[in-house]
């Protein structure tokens, strides 16, 4: 099983950013595919950004353009850059790890989004 431990989330100003980590530990394979998930209070769990093995990149609409994926697999880290944040974008913020369609990593604790003025 693969472990993962978030971090870099905090309150931010409406148009501002936050850079999130995501360091994975277990049994990790370089195919597998890093993705970020949000899930704000009382909404579901959405899936909001996600890096294939080669680098192809999916974004939920709602922040295509203002967030940016990335993975540095000698670190066994994915980031999320995260750009003009609004209000909206509050919820806390787990990433994982999918092989294909499953994933494989433990949900963590999670860092905890605010955007607010």
């Known amino acids: 099983q693969v472990q993962l431990v978030e971090s870099g989330g905090g309150v931010v100003q409406p148009g501002g950013s936050l850079r999130l980590s995501c360091v994975a530990s277990?049994?990790?394979?370089?195919?597998?595919?890093g993705a970020w998930y949000r899930q704000a209070t009382g909404k579901q769990r959405e899936l909001v950004a996600i890096?294939?093995?080669?680098?192809?990149?999916n974004y939920l609409d709602s922040v295509k353009g203002r967030f940016t994926i990335s993975r540095d697999n000698a670190k066994n880290t994915v980031y999320l850059q995260m750009n003009s944040l609004k209000p909206e974008d509050t919820a806390v913020y787990y990433c994982?790890?999918?092989?294909?369609?499953?994933?494989?990593?433990?949900w963590g604790q999670g860092t905890q989004v605010t955007v607010s003025s």
């Open positions: 994982n790890v999918l092989n294909g369609l499953r994933l494989v990593g433990s």
């Open positions: 277990g049994t990790i394979r370089s195919l597998y595919a």
């Open positions: 890096i294939s093995n080669s680098g192809t990149t």
